[in-house]
């Protein structure tokens, strides 16, 4: 357990489907990522926030969209994906102290599947 | 563009001997590193770190060496066990807590 929680653990959507992924924080850090990991391919940078504003959009497409209402909570809208799309979806948080060399705290991820 | 790589996808050892797996980051500016263990279903796990004014650090079990001359990092496990069968990435930290991730090894511990 690492103290970052994500659900649900499994998702299969269609491409006209919306759904969300949910991710909490039980760390009392202040900045959280979405990471996207497909097969094969190394993780790769979506989003980053740093007490609840965006400071970073590794340009993703927009039928991603993050939200976090609070420094515990991060979500991922997804809206007409493809299925090019279909990958584990990684919410990580960090202290975000405002410095760097700061370790990420991975949670399970969603494994998404869009048909 | 930057990137981090790794020299071996999947490596097999015998349980009880020593794993050493190696990554290789093309990023002179990256100033700190770190090796994640991922198993099957879950998310990356954190091993150990280290950073760039450092060329050695040792945790339980397990030591990291960083030779910046060639941009070179391994991580070692010592007296591998079972436990230790998992997708091993590093990490370089280029820019203020945005990290490059490496493919990933896989790390087989044969009984």
């Known amino acids: 357990e690492t103290g970052v929680t994500q659900t649900p653990r499994h998702l299969v959507m269609g491409m006209t489907n919306k759904k969300s992924l949910k991710c909490e924080q039980h760390?009392?850090?202040?900045?959280m990522y979405w990471y996207k990991q497909s097969a094969k391919k190394p993780l790769e940078l979506m989003f980053v926030?740093?007490?609840?504003?965006?400071?970073e959009n590794n340009s993703v497409p927009s039928r991603f969209s993050p939200e976090c209402p609070n420094s515990s909570h991060l979500f991922l809208h997804l809206h007409t994906l493809q299925p090019e799309d279909s990958a584990l979806y990684l919410c990580?948080?960090?202290?975000?102290?405002?410095?760097?060399?700061?370790?990420?705290?991975f949670g399970s991820g969603t494994q998404l599947s869009v048909l | 563009g930057e990137s981090v790589g790794l020299h071996l996808p999947t490596l097999s050892v015998q349980e009880g001997d020593n794993s050493i797996i190696n990554c290789a980051y093309s990023?002179?500016?990256?100033?700190?590193f770190i090796w994640y263990k991922q198993e099957s279903g879950k998310g990356p796990q954190f091993i150990i770190d280290?950073?760039?004014?450092?060329d050695k650090r040792q945790g339980q079990r397990v030591t990291v060496l960083l030779n910046k001359t060639v941009k070179h990092l391994s991580l070692q496990i010592a007296a591998t066990q079972p436990g230790d069968s998992a997708v091993y990435f590093c990490?370089?930290?280029?820019?203020?807590?945005?990290?490059?991730f490496g493919s990933g090894t896989k790390l087989n511990v044969k009984p």
């Open positions: 990023n002179s500016a990256s100033d700190y």
């Open positions: 990580a948080s960090s202290p975000g102290q405002g410095g760097t060399n700061e370790k990420l705290f």
């Open positions: 926030y740093s007490l609840e504003e965006r400071v």
């Open positions: 280290i950073r760039s004014n450092m």
């Open positions: 760390l009392g850090h202040n900045a």
């Open positions: 990490a370089e930290d280029y820019n203020f807590n945005k990290f490059y």
